[in-house]
């Protein structure tokens, strides 16, 4: 049996039931605020230029969260949503049909490995909230990698962590508003914005902080994350 490389790092690889489907429990497996947090998702990208016309790649879009609102905004066949669980993407065909938009021809993919590619796109725009916070360096590099290969010339990429206020910070942060504790090695995981650049230079992409997204999660209430944004601008690795 198939075991995925996404395997006891985060809890994001267990599998829902049919009936929790039916019953409509991903909604708070993915952290609840359901309308709130999808409706912002979509009003951030629009007002960072994204038009019904371009195509956007949804990265661990789960079970549609954010998707539901791109899908709703989006021209027919121009959403692209991935993510490594097969019941979140069960769940995200669930909540297209529960609203009816069938005919927007969502394009869905599971994948354990952030590979864009099998879309055959190139994207205008790519988004991931929340998906940094549960992953450690590498496989953030592999995403960031990825994301590069299928990133139209002109495409942006926009995500999301937890900052951490210096480089090997090993010490667990209690982040506030939200009382969230992030860790360095443990999910979910902190960085500082250096990290986050690092990633970004092995990976050919070229990195900006650029404000912040307060959240309302049902185990935290209110907590906040880090906005990023990466580009194809020439990177230098290395060197002065």
Not at 9 to 33: A, W
Not at 110 to 130: A, G, N, T
Request: glycine share 8%; net charge negative.
């Amino acid at each position: 049996m198939y075991e995925s490389r996404m395997a006891n790092i985060n809890m994001y690889d267990q599998e829902l039931t049919k009936k929790d489907i039916e019953q409509n429990k991903h909604r708070e497996f993915v952290g609840g605020s359901w309308e709130e947090i999808g409706q912002l998702q979509a009003n951030f990208m629009i007002k960072q230029g994204l038009k019904p016309f371009h195509k956007l790649a949804d990265i661990g879009c789960g079970c549609l969260r954010g998707g539901i609102p791109f899908i709703q905004y989006l021209d027919v066949g121009k959403y692209y949503g991935l993510d490594l669980n097969h019941s979140l993407i069960e769940a995200g065909i669930h909540e297209i049909k529960a609203n009816s938009l069938e005919g927007k021809q969502a394009n869905l993919l599971v994948d354990d490995q952030f590979r864009l590619s099998k879309f055959k796109e190139k994207f205008d725009f790519m988004i991931s909230i929340s998906v940094f916070t549960h992953l450690p360096f590498n496989v953030i590099v592999r995403c960031l990698t990825e994301v590069k290969r299928q990133l139209a010339p002109e495409g942006v990429y926009f995500s999301s962590f937890f900052q951490a206020p210096l480089s090997a910070n090993i010490e667990s942060i209690t982040h506030q508003p939200g009382g969230v504790t992030t860790h360095y090695d443990l999910d979910p995981f902190h960085y500082s914005f250096e990290e986050i650049s690092c990633m970004a230079s092995l990976s050919g992409l070229h990195v900006s902080l650029i404000g912040d997204w307060v959240f309302w999660s049902t185990d935290t209430g209110h907590f906040q994350l880090r906005q990023l944004v990466f580009d194809r601008r020439q990177v230098a690795i290395g060197g002065v």
